[in-house]
T-cell receptor, first 113, second 111 residues
Framework: KAGVTQTPRYLIKTRGQQVTLSCSPI?????VSWYQQTPGQGLQFLFE???????NKGNFPGRFSGRQFSNSRSEMNVSTLELGDSALYLC????????????FGSGTRLTVV | GIQVEQSPPDLILQEGANSTLRCNFS?????LQWFHQNPWGQLINLFY???GTKQNGRLSATTVATERYSLLYISSSQTTDSGVYFC?????????????FGKGITLSVRP
């Protein structure tokens, strides 16, 4: 079966712009989580969606938001980009977010200039 | 919040050598997973192992939940094993799970 698909793979944006990243989970998986990876902070949890509802949120400013559609595909949006938002953004899908069987996508590498 | 510490931070091996990677965590956990991050950034799930021992080919893992640590064993290492190994845990049983990651162990296997 197809894995977790993230698009785009690479993105370059200018400070102040906004960006939208997409994640298509494995078919049948209803939970989608987002993580940010930076050299300084490592891998940090952003938020988790299940059945179109945000169930859990990490410690990130309100500029970071997301949503999930009825087909379980998820998008995350970052508004008013800052240089520090440059990172690898990883999406993980699981059957129901019960904490096992997470499958990660290849990530979107965002560079803010 | 929970602390996840991995050691050693860096490891250099000659091809064919064995190694042990360690993960300590500061609280009782509901889930523990080991991941390998390949050069392209993707996190590959190696083991879901909240307790006990599992083996998959040259890799095996053991988690001693009562003592709050997990070990990942790599035997007969190959150059393709190079990359960063992460341990990740979550606290909450049931829904609303989120993974807390360690800082990772960078493994370099030389031919």
């Amino acid at each position: 079966k197809a894995g977790v698909t993230q698009t785009p793979r690479y993105l370059i944006k200018t400070r102040g712009q906004q960006v939208t990243l997409s994640c298509s989970p494995i078919s049948g998986h209803r939970s989608v989580s987002w993580y940010q990876q930076t050299p300084g902070q490592g891998l940090q949890f952003l938020f988790e969606y299940f059945s179109e509802t945000q169930r859990n949120k990490g410690n990130f400013p309100g500029r970071f938001s997301g949503r999930q559609f009825s087909n379980s595909r998820s998008e995350m949006n970052v508004s008013t980009l800052e240089l520090g938002d440059s990172a690898l953004y990883l999406c993980a899908s699981s059957l129901n977010g019960q904490g096992y069987g997470y499958t990660f996508g290849s990530g979107t590498r965002l560079t803010v200039v | 919040g929970i602390q996840v510490e991995q050691s050693p931070p860096d490891l250099i091996l000659q091809e064919g050598a064995n190694s042990t990677l360690r993960c300590n965590f500061s609280d009782s956990v509901n889930n523990l997973q080991w991941f390998h991050q390949n050069p392209w950034g993707q996190l590959i799930n190696l083991f879901y192992i909240p307790s006990g021992t599992k083996q998959n080919g040259r890799l095996s893992a053991t988690t001693v939940a009562t003592e709050r640590y997990s070990l990942l064993y790599i035997s007969s290492s190959q150059t393709t094993d190079s990359g960063v190994y992460f341990c990740a845990v979550d606290l909450l049983p049931g829904a609303n799970s989120k993974l807390t990651f360690g800082k990772g162990i960078t493994l370099s296997v030389r031919p």
